[in-house]
């Protein structure tokens, strides 16, 4: 039936193409699009671009940054510069900062090791933790806050058997937290308990 809408089957294609749009929700996004006032759409589109052409990630902790403005984690004097979380994603940075009970940097990965979807150790951002590890001598210990599934596993034993010889403190969550769950669907006590709690990995 919706082939018979050109224009609408068009825009159903594109929201396909949305990661993470459950596809029983496609429909009523087209509908918002359809049915909302058009400067408001507009409005939404010029937002949109414009965040592309003026957030990009921090060079040294790939976290969202506005273009030619210092990084919130890494300019900031008031935190922890002795303390590196990474995280695989900045989902994950949010529902550790909800919890207000770490202080330290951060490192976001992009994403976890993934051979099966062809997502090796050179497709996010390991590469660039190590040589930071390497040129930021002040960091004491690396927390592997990584999501407790096998993807997530793998890449926190591939980055620790990378640093197997340095004298950096490698610690991980505590396993308060459910195998196979995502930080970001966790509420922020169970978040804090498990950051709390870290154990050496």
Not at 112 to 130: R, V
């Amino acid at each position: 039936m919706i082939e018979k809408v050109p224009a609408l089957a068009q825009l159903c294609k594109e929201l396909q193409r949305v990661p993470y749009l459950a596809s029983k929700n496609l429909y009523r996004v087209a509908t918002y699009f359809l049915t909302e006032k058009p400067e408001r759409i507009a409005q939404l589109c010029k937002t949109i671009l414009a965040a592309q052409q003026t957030i990009i990630a921090c060079p040294i902790c790939c976290v969202w940054k506005e273009r030619n403005q210092p990084c919130v984690f890494c300019d900031d004097a008031k935190r922890d510069h002795t303390i590196i979380c990474v995280v695989e994603t900045w989902q994950e940075l949010i529902a550790i900062e909800k919890t207000e009970g770490y202080k330290g940097l951060y490192h976001v990965l992009g994403g976890a090791i993934c051979p099966l979807e062809g997502i090796g150790a050179d497709d996010i951002s390991i590469k660039l933790l190590l040589q930071r590890l390497e040129q930021k001598n002040e960091c004491k210990e690396l927390i592997l806050a990584m999501n407790q599934t096998p993807e997530g596993e793998a890449t926190a034993a591939f980055i620790a058997r990378k640093l197997k010889d340095s004298s950096l403190k490698i610690s991980c969550l505590a396993r308060g937290i459910p195998v196979g769950s995502q930080l970001e669907m966790m509420d922020k006590l169970t978040v804090y308990k498990a950051l709390s709690e870290r154990r050496p990995f």
